[in-house]
């Protein structure tokens, strides 16, 4: 016998809503019930009363009714990458059957479905000769991404993908379908666009794409004893490059496995990550006070079409068992610079497989030309972001030390954090909050108050009712 909360709904119930949608719906035991619930990041384990695989929008609308009507949260999920809280209990709906992708190379808009993931996206806007603010993961779906603000390789010239969406289809707790704009529902417009999950399932969103058929740029791997020198040169070298110039520094030590190149493995490097949206020789120019640090192992920086956007991180695309940290700095200066090494350079024994410090500012720290809910943008400079690889047992131990290296960057941190780098552990209310200024959160539990009074929407880092 289940020990699941889905013993308690009626099986007539169960079989009324397998009646009225199109897609599967599966309780814990029925065949493909794991199978319909996929993570990236292997510590999370999905564990929902009911799993309704959307196939259309009208499954959605049923699936949240049947919430309703059994008070019962919702959670959402697309590409597995997202974990915030347990989803025990809930009625979880998968988007992955929502593959629509349409682009007006003409018009530069896009249209995109909740299933489709930014490699699906940039393999045909390559082929249309434009691009669009996709991240740095070709595997996360594109709704997700976007929902959570969206800083991708192009942020500092045009802003978070979150800024130039024109309008989303989503279902909201009422289980109505609506097509919400700046128009139509002004409030619910702004909310939705950095708030991720919590108003609605977005069915679509329509957003404009840009013209980066090609740019300058890729990855320099700097051998791991370069690591200091690289992270101080990065350090000067973001204080006057153009917005044009996007780029990070990330100190991998990657494992011994036949997904990693062979001069790369079992070694901490230095990865350089450029994408710069002006001329290659510009380009070169810019980039050559870091080729002067010493030889790397690889260099991989130069002219590139969009269709090989996803060389500049080269994010690994099989699910791991990872947790993660982040933190926003108003600065980087010489002393953050050594407090990060001391945790993850050259003489670290460190457990992390990542520390990225990635430029912010330019556009990104502007109020965009439609505003919405992403927050903390005009204080921030930089985000530092960390990944630990290991299983349950190892959970506390490296959430221990990824805090450390965080509370070593505290007197040059905002104290706030950026929703799409917040995870499992950032899901406390009151950890939640640290992704918007309080004005902004105000306005958002207001908001939730008027659409989701029940707090339907509460599986995610969640914006309760005011």
Known sequence: M???????????????????????????????????????????????????????????????????AHDLPIAILGAGHGTSVSSAGSVLITTRRLTGLAIDENAMTARVEAGVRWAEFIELAGKLGVGALNGSSPTVTVVSYTLGGGLGPFGRKYGYAADHVTALDVVTADGQLRHVTADSDPDLFWALRGAKGNFGVVV?????????????GGGIFFPGE???????????????????????????????????????????????????????????????????????IIDAVGPMPYAAVAAVHNDPVDPLPIYEHAALLREL?????????????????????????????GALSRTPESPNAVGNRDETLYNVFLVAAGGPPDAEALHAY??????????????????????????????????????????????????DPANLFRVNHNIPPA
């Open 333 to 361: 200066p010489a002393e953050a610079v050594e407090a990060i090494l001391r945790y993850a350079g050259p003489e670290a024994d460190s457990p992390l497989v990542l520390a990225e410090v990635r430029h912010l500012g």
């Open 226 to 296: 370069l690591a200091g020198e690289v992270l101080h040169r990065f350090r000067e070298w973001t204080r006057d490059v153009p917005e044009e110039m996007s780029a990070s520094v990330g100190l991998l030590h990657l494992p011994a496995a036949p997904f990693v190149p062979e001069p790369l493995r079992d070694r901490l490097v230095a990865h350089l990550r450029i994408a710069y949206l002006g001329s290659p020789a510009d380009g070169e120019a810019l980039v050559a006070p870091f080729r002067e640090l010493g030889t790397p």
């Open 2 to 68: 289940s020990t699941f909360p889905s013993t308690a709904i009626p099986p007539a119930d169960i079989a009324a809503l397998r009646a009225s949608v199109a897609g599967p719906v599966l309780q814990p035991g029925d065949e493909g019930y794991a199978e319909e619930l996929p993570a990236y990041n292997l510590t999370a384990v999905h564990t929902p009363a009911v799993v309704v695989g959307a196939a259309n929008a009208e499954d959605i609308q049923w699936a949240v009714r049947f919430a309703a």
């Open 402 to 451: 990824e805090q450390r290296l965080i509370d070593a960057l505290a007197p040059w941190s905002t104290g706030r954090r950026y929703l799409n780098f917040m995870f499992a552990a950032d899901a406390a209310p009151e950890t939640a909050a640290l992704a918007y200024a309080p004005g902004v959160y105000t306005r958002l539990a207001e908001i939730k108050r008027r659409v």
């Open 204 to 216: 679509a969103i329509e957003f404009t794409v840009f013209p980066i058929a090609t740019f300058y």
